[in-house]
């Protein structure tokens, strides 16, 4: 398994378009057959920071991602309308 944790900042007055693009992905993401779990988290002291933890398989489904459709046209589409992503770190665990 490994685990991508991704921070996005939404532009000034962009935060429910953010949100609402972050819930397509995230309900399209979750049907890929190597994504275990794809959750997003809005700041709660920052409402334009979103943080998202995402597990997959292996590096493989991690890549199988990134060349989806729903990624292409929302992660690196629509959601750069709205704001940008401040990082993004691929973790494995620790065995």
Known sequence: MVVLAV???ANEGCERQVADLFRR???ASEEEPGCLQFAVHQ????QRRFFLYEQYRDEAAVEAHRQTEHF???ARGELLKF????EGTLYRPLE
């Open 7 to 9: 921070t996005w900042v």
């Open 25 to 27: 992905l995230s309900k």
């Open 43 to 46: 700041g709660v002291e920052d």
């Open 72 to 74: 292409r046209d929302i």
């Open 83 to 86: 704001g940008k992503r401040a």
